[in-house]
């Protein structure tokens, strides 16, 4: 039955699934956009560090003032209105709701809110891939031990990309890379909140607008997010990462299943069954036509010759050999798509992607020469981008965790370009965030 047929179900039933939404930046906005013309899901509470800032985004979304003034997460399920306060510990301890989805974008306080919520029977979407990427194996186990289940957010590209991943396997393809895309040159690596709406591609203004946030979008060009997100994919499939980060080459739609083979055939991977993010301009910096920059895609291969020649028969787009197939999908939408998430755990008891292996890290990566007494301001910020490694190599160099980068010191001279490790830095070994990550490098030792 389709979720959204089980959703209707729900309301003509009079019931719903209580939905807690702790952060309501843009992706949270986004979802909240959705929620009054979805069927069968009622927002309860939103916990958020600036309720006033709350208010004026469900303004820019459409909700009408009467919609959010519950004066209490109880008085919120009276009424079917949604309460808002600062307090998200009430919300995820709250016997009503269901679902908590995790929206801050903050990878430390995101572990925190998604361990409370495991201990308190609920179910969690993880917006804060950031936190998946340094100990995501470690949060799915502990949801499973507390029987509830934690997922990675639909609509964001992780989400999306294992979702193609489960269609080649189930249809019986062996996967032979499968990524996402992104706006990519070099010298990205060393962009500042300062620089970044000239290389992203929008102006001052249409940021403003969006109420769009400098240092996340950053992260996201500065090759941070695309590394987080990778890892959120190898972790949750079981792919490889290249050995020594993501390599970004470019390619037009048409061009993937040509550039996504092994080296020895043409392709740029190292093996096959990989993650890597397809770059939408040339070295040059010429835009390529028909780019996948906003999508995600999967390469499959034909092992045999009759799937090859059905390839040809139903005129299914391949590199020249005829054996290596991509399918895509040129676009998501971000926080407008994560009710697939909340319905699937919900009502499915099933996640949009979650880690079963620690394959892949992101390890802090110095954007300039960083002196002793420095502190770091973690992704998309002006100290250090992410570098995307094999989970092995990481804990081998004592790699600093990019999620962990966040407000702490620096207690040694680094050099541009060079990765960070634990001795680099001190770090607060009382947060449930650091204490997790040991757990999950002790157990994998």
């Known amino acids: 039955m389709s979720l959204h047929h089980q959703l209707q179900q729900l309301a003509a039933n009079h019931q719903s699934i209580k939905v807690g939404l702790i952060g309501a930046g843009k992706f949270g906005s986004m979802y909240l956009s959705q929620i009054p013309t979805t069927p069968g899901v009622q927002l309860v509470g939103i916990a958020d560090l600036s309720p006033a800032g709350v208010k004026r985004n469900l303004e820019r979304v459409g909700w009408t003032n009467e919609q959010s003034n519950a004066k209490s997460l109880d008085d919120a399920i009276k009424t079917g209105q949604t309460h808002i306060s600062e307090d998200w510990q009430a919300l995820v301890s709250h016997p009503a709701i269901d679902v908590i989805v995790e929206c801050t974008g903050h990878p430390i306080a995101a572990v925190d809110h998604c361990l409370l919520a495991f201990a308190n029977g609920k179910h969690v979407v993880n917006v804060t891939v950031e936190a998946d990427a340094f100990c995501g194996p470690l949060l799915a186990q502990k949801a499973k031990e507390a029987g509830v289940v934690y997922s990675l957010a639909f609509g964001d590209q992780p989400a999306l990309i294992c979702d193609l991943v489960d269609w080649a396997r189930t249809c019986g393809f062996p996967v032979v890379a499968a990524g996402r895309g992104h706006k990519w040159l070099p010298h990205f690596s060393e962009s500042t909140p300062e620089t970044v709406w000239g290389n992203y591609g929008l102006t001052p203004e249409q940021a403003s607008r969006g109420g769009l946030n400098p240092k996340m979008f950053n992260s996201f060009l500065d090759g941070s997010k695309p ?219």
Request: aromatic content about 8%; charged content about 25%; overall charge neutral.
């Open 227 to 445: 590394s987080i997100e990778s890892t959120a994919v190898a972790n949750a499939t079981g792919l490889s990462v290249p050995s020594n980060g993501l390599l970004y080459p470019p390619a037009s739609v048409e061009d993937i299943p040509f550039v996504t083979r092994p080296i020895a055939e043409g392709g740029v991977l190292e093996k096959k069954g990989m993650v890597e993010v397809i770059s939408s301009l040339e070295a040059n910096g010429r835009k390529i036509p028909y780019d996948i920059r906003m999508g995600v895609w999967v390469t499959v291969e034909a092992e045999t010759d009759y799937i090859k020649n059905c390839f040809e028969e139903y005129n299914a787009h391949t590199d020249p050999s005829g054996r290596y197939f991509t399918l895509y999908k040129r676009w998501h939408l971000i926080g407008l798509e994560v009710g697939m998430s909340v319905a699937s755990v919900a009502l499915r008891k099933e996640a949009t992607g979650v880690a079963h292996c620690w394959n892949a890290d992101v390890v802090a990566t110095a954007k300039r020469d960083l002196k002793a007494g420095e502190l770091l301001d973690g992704e998309g910020g002006y100290t250090v981008w992410g570098k995307l490694l094999p989970a092995n190599k990481s804990l081998a160099m004592g790699g600093l965790p990019l999620g962990l980068a966040h407000d702490i010191k620096v207690v040694r001279p680094v050099k541009k370009g060079q990765s960070l490790c634990w001795n680099d830095v001190a770090v607060d070994k009382n947060t449930h965030a650091y204490k997790i990550r040991q757990e999950l490098e002790t157990k994998f030792k």
